[in-house]
């Protein structure tokens, strides 16, 4: 892929039927808030692209789909469509997909996944550039493959081959094509294109009771957890000095008392770690420690907005630079613990690593208002009565609840 192209980047994500969502689909921007009350699904959205970034990545299903793994809240089981009832074969499962933009254009992937009676990827296709660049289906049950079949354009239509039914065969791709024909370059720059884009999605989650906490200095890739972010915030005072700059200038914007800086102590037993202080200037270096569960997630989400692939742990493309990656952020509860003018803050620094590029932001919130007045956000509304209220512009498009189950249930077969 040529390194001047545009950022390949998920611009729709695809609920087909997936725990309460069925038939809807999202338009995704630079930046997304989902807004409503608890339990209408707006953690769900965000948890089935964090499941397609981990199988562009390479993850076997069940490693992905496993309730310790955090990814999705439940686990497998979590993961079907509510009230669903398996087939006369026992089999049931969900169905979930995306679109990437980039140098070819738009580019669609679904994937069908069955959950019962044996977790497997039972269906998958990936299209672009006015083709079908890659299909599966479950031959036979009894074997742990699915029959792949992509475009080659040669001497032979269509290749066909075994693969693996526990990861996802766009991912795979590139391993098994050679790219000789102009059909075989087509489908690896298809699969590069959605793999690039999935792979840069980043679920934050901040968890300010184990922020609190001296770390040592070399555990420096922030985690979703954020749980060693003093150690990143003296990486990227050293190294990232204008990126520093912004977050103490954000933290002094929205937080209470003096903030002149934020910097490191030595700490822990032997003062090998390192824990984070903000400078207070006449009332002295207050450790992170004392802040607050808001100020501590505000801290964290602030410096995920302001750096990038290399410095948040995610497992992003190789074969190109940080520079030519774009980050989709997942922050679920952007504004847990914050008040408007924290989170509007936020907004205002994912506005700006967007301009750059760099970061997206796919958000959700309880407040729809929160955003009121900001240009370039997007903002789905999320209500009890219908699971989504779509606004003009903001595109979620729910289909009906039957015509979501009928295409999952008919992708498993």
């Known amino acids: 892929m040529n390194a001047k192209s545009e950022r390949p980047i998920v611009t729709e994500l695809r609920l087909s039927a997936f725990k309460s969502h069925r038939g809807a689909s999202f338009a995704l921007g630079p930046l997304t808030v989902l807004a409503g009350p608890s339990g209408t699904g707006k953690s769900s959205v965000l948890e089935a692209l964090a499941v ?53 254009g738009p580019v669609r992937l679904d994937v069908a996944v069955q959950t019962e009676p044996e977790l497997r990827i039972v269906g998958e296709r990936l299209t672009g550039a006015g083709e079908t660049l890659l299909t599966t289906a479950l031959r036979d049950p009894g074997r742990r493959t699915v029959q792949a079949a992509w475009h080659t354009a040669g001497a032979v239509p269509v290749t066909r081959a075994p693969l693996p039914d526990d990861r996802l065969a766009t991912a795979l791709l590139p391993l098994r094509v050679a790219g000789t024909t102009e059909g075989q370059r087509l ?71 003096p903030v002149e800086g934020l910097t490191t102590v030595p700490a822990g037993p032997d003062g090998a770690g390192v824990l984070a202080v903000v400078d207070r200037g006449p009332l002295g270096l207050v450790p992170v420690d004392r802040l607050g569960d808001g100020e501590l997630r505000f801290l964290a989400l602030g410096l995920v907005l302001l750096t990038g692939p290399d410095v948040l742990e995610v497992d992003t493309s190789g074969e190109l630079l940080p520079a030519f990656q774009a980050l989709t952020v997942l922050a679920d509860g952007l504004d847990l613990g914050l008040d408007r003018a924290q989170t509007r803050e936020l907004l205002g620094l994912a506005g700006q690593a967007a301009e750059r590029g760099h970061i997206r932001l796919l958000g959700t919130a309880h407040d729809p208002a929160v955003a009121e007045g900001m240009g370039g956000v997007s903002v789905v509304e999320f209500g009890r009565s219908s699971r989504v209220a779509a606004q003009p512009g903001h595109a979620a498009q729910p289909a009906q609840a039957a015509e979501g189950e009928a295409r999952a249930v008919a992708a498993m077969r």
């Open 52 to 104: 397609l970034g981990r199988l562009a990545g390479g993850e076997e299903l069940d490693e992905v789909l496993a309730a310790e793994a955090g990814v999705v809240r439940g686990g497998v089981g979590a993961c079907v469509p509510h009230g669903a009832q398996p087939d006369a074969e026992g089999r049931r499962g969900f169905r979930i997909g995306c679109t990437a933009d980039g140098p070819l």
């Open 187 to 257: 489908v690896l720059a298809g699969a590069e294109q959605m793999v690039v884009a999935l792979r840069g999605v980043f679920a934050v989650e901040p968890l300010p009771h184990r922020m609190r906490q001296p770390v040592a200095v070399k555990d420096g890739m922030l985690r979703k957890a954020c749980d060693n972010l003093s150690a990143v915030l003296h990486r990227t005072e050293g190294e990232c000095r204008t990126r520093h700059a912004a977050l103490v200038r954000a933290m002094r914007a929205v937080c209470s008392g």
